[in-house]
């Protein structure tokens, strides 16, 4: 069968899948999140997606029912959430953060567990935090249309019991460890292609393969043979290996800024603009300086009635992070995004350029 990317790049491409990596990924989905029979599934992203692509065969494979919606909106999600008693859904981390920000009245009467996989985007900790408060227990897993959807999973470990919920939140947005049937996963040195030390510091390039990777793309042979090389799959995701194995996502590659020679993780300075209680979504990217080369221009929308200026935004990030990494420009406006939540970042280049 035949999937498209996102997107997200403004170039997506035609992905090609195989039976037996559908079916290995439809089997994964419930082992890796623990699926029990007859679960409630909630769809907030369409089937359509890398993630939902394989959810309708776990579904059938756990006798499970599955609940739609013609919207993506808090109040519909919430009220299915308590009238069907939804027992699972999938949602980007800007669905999660939508749900957090509702207002507090479409919270109410929501008394049985529910299970939350979440995916597209490093979640915010603060997002995580938010939904455990609400009894909403979140997954946090990570994959590519070229892996047919969810590869790998942030299982929570015993040892994390007992730990606050700052430091708590941070451990689940990592990525995690390969799920039970992809295969291989590794951070390597993309130029010498060897394995980049197991210590949470040296950034390196996630790689994958096995039988839950891409045949290849749709006529284009010199994409596929550079997403394919050495027999890996290239994800273009630049990560950390910490010394648990589970791998910690810093950025894209071609969204990382690169500021008087140090590399600025945009997914860093997101995570300290989404602490500001007055924002509803942050995007950042690299804008052109002449002193510095590159340095972190965010994009912010703010919740509803609230009010904030640049200098003061600006002045909160550096005193949470390092001067350095904190956005040079804030522009304040709704950010673009893919029918499936994520921000299409390439669409902010275009307004900077």
Known sequence: SLNYTSGTTGNPKGVVYHHRGAHLNAV??????????????LWTLPMFHCNGWCFPWTLAATAG?????????????????????????????????????????????????????????????????GMEAMGIAVTHVYGLTETYGPCVVCEPQRRW???DATTLSRLKARQGVASPLQGEMRVINPVSGEPVPMDGKTLGEIVLRGNIVMKGYLKNPSASEEAMAQGWFRSGDLA?????????????????????????????????????????????????????????CAFVKLKEGRELTQAE??????????????????????????????????MLRKQLA
């Not at 994964?28 to 599934?41: G, M, Q, T």
């Not at 005193?319 to 390439?346: N, R, Y």
Request: aromatic fraction near 6%.
């Open 313 to 346: 935004l600006i002045a909160f990030c550096r005193e949470q992070m390092a001067h350095f990494k904190a956005p040079k420009h804030i522009i304040f406006t709704p950010l673009p995004k893919t029918s499936t939540g994520k921000v299409q970042k390439f």
């Open 65 to 129: 029912v599955s609940v739609c919606l013609r919207h993506v909106q808090a109040a519909a999600i919430y009220g299915a959430l308590r009238e069907h008693k939804v027992s699972h859904f999938c949602a980007a981390p800007i669905v999660l953060n939508m749900l957090n920000n509702a207002d507090p009245a479409l919270k109410q009467g929501l008394d049985h567990p529910v299970k939350a996989m979440t995916a597209g985007a490093a979640p915010p900790a603060t997002v995580i935090a």
């Open 240 to 296: 950390v290996w910490h010394p648990d194995g589970y791998v910690e996502i810093k950025d894209r590659s071609k969204d990382i800024i690169i500021s008087g020679g140090e590399n600025i993780s945009s997914l860093e300075v997101e995570d300290v603009l989404y602490r500001h209680p007055d924002v509803e979504e942050a995007a950042v990217i690299a804008m052109p300086d002449e002193t510095w080369g590159e340095v972190p």
């Open 28 to 41: 994964n989905n419930a082992l890796s999140w623990e699926l029990p029979k007859h679960p409630v599934y």
């Open 161 to 163: 019991q007992g730990q």
